[in-house]
Structures are given as structure tokens and as C-alpha cells.
């Protein structure tokens, strides 16, 4: 079973420390072939998270947890400008020595720049502070939109839904983007579903991954789902008959193949209320659903609740984790206030 060991430093954003939790969990949790060991460790010195609700955790782990992980994780922390403790940039360092795979989340990106393992990379932290990190480790190629950023073995993104996008990018590595698809569905519906609708959450389906037959077929259903296909037509793709196809597609789904575009097409709907500004009108045309009616009917039965209800509900929290970002930053200011010049401005070297 994979080891994922998240490094927990002292005023960690509390949704940094959930996220990796809630991620790798629910991938599992929905596919019986997805296994996690997912490790919380403290470095010495801990005391607990970060504001706006500060609250302390208990784990066995210590930096010992790193010694065998299979990938560690860095969220963002207070006193993120100063020099790292020598022992977690050497735990860091010995990760990276035996081929662990690093991810940082948000201000995390500074201690694992700290280390010197950055340079010559592109990474990414939260926008605010991207300009700052490229100013603090010129050797580094800072992404200022602070999008998921692969260095492998090093990864990087801003903090708030980029550490979410984070752990979905290393779920997507490991098992590909149907089950990274299906994990973002069930989190965000965890995260934001009205109280009583739980039940109504449909279970994931099996992925149809690429190394199922059906891969190339799932993948041109994806891309053309404001089309009305129909079962000749899908069949027609796949080379089968359309007993055949739905034979197929039960084996390797366990959808048939109209539900499985149905199902595709709900999940499109969503990432468009989730990222974007659209109207539920467009949005219903571009997912093949026609009419914002039809959208409706199907996003309620799928998901348990509304799409404006839906895009409402993940907006807020959106906002949420972001007005909690910022709290964590005003607490760490202070150790700012050399500017360039401060002690974490000059990295050790080994």
C-alpha cells in the first residue's frame, strides 16, 4: 500500500491538513482497487494549526514517518519565510535523495525551496505570493497563476482548491482520470451537499480506465457529449454490435452505455458550475443536456441538489477556505518584516 506522508509544521491551515485526508480517502473509500497509508507527521516544535480556529492533533508519526514514504506532502504553514529547522530540511532532502515523491501546498512551496531541491524547477505557490518566492529563490521558475505545477518528482500548487487539485493530480498519476474524475465529484458533494441528500450520492462507478477496451470509446463520449448520441452511434466507435456494446460496457462499467454518457455528462455539468461563470442554460446546451428542465432533473437525481444551489454552495465554501488562507498569512507576517534580507531569504546549502 502506498505511504503518503503529510508533514505537519507548526500553524498548518487546518483545510490543508483535512484536504490530503478527504482526497485520498474518498478515492479509496469509491474504488476497491485504490489503497492509501496516509501518515500525519509532526515535526518537534509542533503546537498546533493555524487561525481562524487554531485546534491541536495527536499523531504516533514524527519525522521517522517519512523514512519509507512513498510520497510526501507539504502544506502551507506560519513562519513559512524563515529558514527551515535543520531536521526537516534534512528529512526533506532524504526523501528526495531516494526517490520519494514531494508535493507543496501553497506557502509549503518556501520551506521545500528552502532546501535548494527547487532550483533549476518550476513551482508554484499561492498568487499572492508567487512574486515573492521568485524574488527569495531566483534559480526557480515561479508559475504565477499558481496551477498544478509537475516537476517530477517535485510537485507544486496554490493552496485553498489547489492543495485539493494537488492530491487529485497524484491520484490521477497513480490511477488515472477517471478515478481522479470520480474522487472531485463525491469530495465536493461531501463538502456541500444539503443535509439529508447524502443517500442520495450515487456510489462511483467502476473507472473505465484506459486499460479497459472501452477506453477510446469513454474518452470520445467525453469529448463530444453535446452531440445526441445514441447506442448505433457509440456502438459504431467501438466496432460492436450493440448487444455486444452493452455487454461490454456492464463487464467493464457496470453502467450501461447510456448511463454511463449520462453520468459523464452530469459530471461535466458540474466542473462548469465549479470553475466557471456560464448560465445554466449554456451550460445544459454544452453538456448535451438541452434544456436548463432537463439539466435539472438529471443534476438533482445524481447529486441530490440544484445546479445554482450547487455552484451557490461551492462558491461559499470557496470563499471560506480563502478568508482562511488569509487569516494564517496576517499571522505570519511579522516574520516578514526584513523583507529580502530576512534570515529565511538565505537558504542553506549542504
Not at 487569516?327 to 537558504?347: C, F, I, T, Y
Request: hydrophobic content about 40%; overall charge negative; some cysteine.
Amino acid at each position: 500500500m502506498p505511504v503518503i506522508a503529510v508533514l505537519v509544521l507548526d500553524g498548518v491551515p487546518g483545510h490543508e491538513l483535512t484536504g490530503p485526508g478527504m482526497c485520498f480517502g474518498t478515492a479509496a473509500r469509491h474504488h476497491p482497487h485504490v489503497a492509501y497509508e496516509l501518515r500525519y507527521c509532526t515535526a518537534p516544535g509542533f503546537r498546533g494549526t493555524g487561525s481562524p480556529a487554531p485546534f491541536a492533533i495527536d499523531t504516533p508519526w514524527g519525522l521517522d514517518g517519512l523514512a519509507d514514504a512513498d510520497t510526501v506532502l507539504l502544506p502551507g504553514h506560519a513562519g513559512f519565510r524563515d529558514e527551515p529547522a535543520s531536521e526537516v530540511a534534512d528529512a526533506l532532502r532524504a526523501a528526495a535523495d531516494r526517490g520519494a515523491r514531494i508535493g507543496a501546498i501553497g506557502t509549503g512551496t518556501f520551506t521545500l525551496a528552502a532546501t535548494g531541491l527547487l532550483d533549476g524547477r518550476r513551482a508554484a505557490t499561492g498568487r499572492q505570493y508567487a512574486a515573492e518566492l521568485a524574488r527569495r529563490h531566483p534559480l526557480i521558475d515561479v508559475d504565477p497563476e499558481g496551477a498544478v505545477v509537475d516537476a517530477d518528482p517535485f510537485h507544486s500548487a496554490a493552496g485553498v482548491l489547489g492543495g485539493l487539485d494537488l492530491c487529485l493530480h497524484l491520484i490521477t498519476l497513480d490511477h488515472g482520470v477517471s478515478v481522479a474524475t470520480e474522487t472531485e465529484r463525491q469530495v465536493f458533494m461531501q463538502l456541500h451537499a444539503p443535509a439529508g441528500t447524502e443517500d442520495a450520492i450515487e456510489p462511483a462507478a467502476p473507472p473505465a480506465a484506459a486499460r479497459h477496451s472501452l477506453g477510446p470509446t469513454t474518452r470520445w463520449m467525453e469529448a463530444h457529449l453535446d452531440h445526441p448520441l445514441t447506442l448505433s452511434d457509440i456502438a459504431d466507435h467501438a466496432g460492436l454490435t450493440v448487444r455486444g456494446l452493452n455487454r461490454r460496457f456492464r463487464a467493464e462499467t457496470g453502467l450501461s452505455p447510456l448511463q454511463y454518457l449520462l453520468r459523464a455528462r452530469v459530471q461535466a455539468a458540474q466542473r462548469l458550475l465549479e470553475r466557471g461563470d456560464e448560465p445554466v442554460e449554456r451550460i445544459a446546451a454544452r453538456t448535451g443536456f438541452g434544456t436548463p428542465a432537463n439539466l435539472r432533473h438529471h443534476f438533482q437525481h445524481h447529486t441530490g441538489t440544484g445546479p445554482r444551489i450547487y455552484r451557490t454552495a461551492f462558491r461559499s465554501m470557496v470563499a471560506a477556505l480563502t478568508w482562511a488562507d488569509g487569516k494564517n498569512a496576517e499571522a505570519a507576517e511579522p516574520a516578514a518584516s526584513g523583507g529580502a534580507d530576512a534570515p529565511g531569504a538565505e537558504r542553506r546549502r549542504r
